[in-house]
């Protein structure tokens, strides 16, 4: 059973798919977290809100499809 996605997971996965770095100057995974680590630090709270708030509703659809799930 896969864990839930946390925000930054969620923002990490947005942030390739909308290739904010083309694949020509970076195509490490590696370090596009590294880069999308430092932005998401940089965020405020109000910026990481959208994601906090799909984490949270992840969360919930996990739990409600494993009831009883501990990791």
Not at 35 to 42: D, N
């Given at each position: 059973?896969?864990?839930?996605?946390?925000a930054f997971i969620l923002f990490r996965c947005d942030f390739v798919q909308q290739?904010?770095?083309p694949g020509h100057v970076e195509s490490d995974h590696r370090n596009l977290s590294r880069?999308?680590?430092?932005?998401?630090?940089?965020m405020k709270k109000e910026q990481q809100k959208?994601?906090?708030?799909?984490?949270?509703?992840?969360?919930?659809?996990?739990?409600?499809?494993y009831p009883g799930y501990k990791y």
């Open positions: 059973i896969p864990r839930p996605r946390n290739k904010k770095i880069i999308a680590g430092k932005i998401w630090r940089g959208p994601w906090i708030d799909l984490a949270l509703k992840e969360k919930e659809r996990h739990a409600a499809m």
